[in-house]
């Protein structure tokens, strides 16, 4: 158990519906990571959060939005969605060295 | 262009063989950071290591070794004595964070680890 906790695990929606994913990062960590694996593009970093702030951008959509509360838990709100959506979204946390990530479960998305 | 290429799609070896995994980047930026991940059968991922591009000693943490070389532009990961347990995939990914950030994922080496 690494600590990293996502919610839900399986989700299954619908084209153009919206849906957020939740992550709690391990205790101390004040940096999140979100990533998507699916079998077309693979594996891609989508964005990151340190304390509240977002820190890098990687191939998010625009349709995508993710936000860091202040308890340090984010959610990553995936709108308008599309097939191609279907994926795995793992959340990652890592401490302020940045010399290590712990991840979640994963969250499966299915959108058909 | 930065890319990080995963030649070796599949490797096979049997239970306390020595296995290595190759990576490859490309990148003409003086500052990255280098990471290897593991993606065992059951799904989640593990973060193995991350190298910053200004240090290129050689890491080793139990089995798993890793050769970074930068004339190369290679970051290899050595498996020694494998196990069943190491049966998974690996993936290898390229930071840069000078002007736009970037996270380059390689597409992955599936390891199995026959008994």
Not at chain 1, 86 to 91: H, Q, T
Not at chain 2, 14 to 23: A, H
Not at chain 2, 63 to 75: A, E, G, L, V
Not at chain 2, 83 to 101: E, I, K, P, R
Request: proline residues 4%.
């Amino acid at each position: 158990d690494s600590g990293v906790t996502q919610t839900p695990k399986h989700l299954i929606t619908a084209t153009g519906q919206r849906v957020t994913l939740r992550c709690s990062p391990r205790s101390g960590d004040l940096s999140v990571y979100w990533y998507q694996q699916s079998l077309d593009q693979g594996l891609q970093f989508l964005i990151q959060y340190y304390n509240g702030e977002e820190r890098a951008k990687g191939n998010i959509l625009e349709r995508f939005s993710a936000q860091q509360f202040p308890d340090l838990h984010s959610e990553l709100n995936l709108s308008s969605l599309e097939l191609g959506d279907s994926a795995l979204y793992f959340c990652a946390s890592s401490p302020p060295s940045g010399e290590t990530q712990y991840f979640g479960p994963g969250t499966r998305l299915l959108v058909l | 262009a930065q890319k990080v290429t995963q030649a070796q799609t599949e490797i096979s070896v049997v239970e306390k063989e020595d296995v290595t995994l190759d990576c490859v980047y490309e990148t003409r930026d003086t500052t990255y950071y280098l990471f290897w991940y593991k993606q065992p059968p059951s799904g989640e991922l593990v973060f193995l290591i991350r190298r910053n591009s200004f240090d290129e000693q050689n890491e080793i943490s139990g089995r798993y070794s890793w050769n970074f070389q930068k004339s190369t532009s290679s970051f290899n990961f050595t498996i020694t004595a494998s196990q069943v347990v190491d049966s998974a995939v690996y993936f290898c990914a390229l930071m840069l964070t000078s002007g736009t950030y970037k996270y380059i994922f390689g597409t992955g080496t599936r390891l199995k680890v026959l008994a």
